[in-house]
């Protein structure tokens, strides 16, 4: 997976001594960080279910569970809607 982020203007900042202590971005390079970021949590949540998936014996192995039968058919397909 690529990310591209061609940040428009960064500043550093720096101590008595002229040590970096913080870096300033604008705002359209923090939201494609942000962005990015969120699109790695998510690999990592769908990369970890594969890997769960490989074992699993049943549904319940991957933390899928049944409707209850008390929810009717009809209530389900009205859902859809």
């Not at 101590?15 to 923090?30: A, C, F, Q, R, S």
């Not at 319940?60 to 009809?74: I, N, V, Y």
């Amino acid at each position: 997976m690529a990310v591209s982020v061609f940040p428009r203007k960064i500043r550093y900042l720096v101590d008595e001594h002229g040590h970096p202590t913080d870096v300033l971005v604008d705002y359209e390079t923090w939201q494609a960080v942000m962005d990015a970021m969120e699109l790695l949590e998510d690999w990592s949540i769908a990369q970890a279910y594969l890997e769960r998936r490989k074992s699993a014996e049943n549904p319940a192995d991957l933390g899928l569970t049944r409707l209850p039968d008390s929810l009717a058919e009809d209530d389900v397909d009205a859902g859809l809607d």
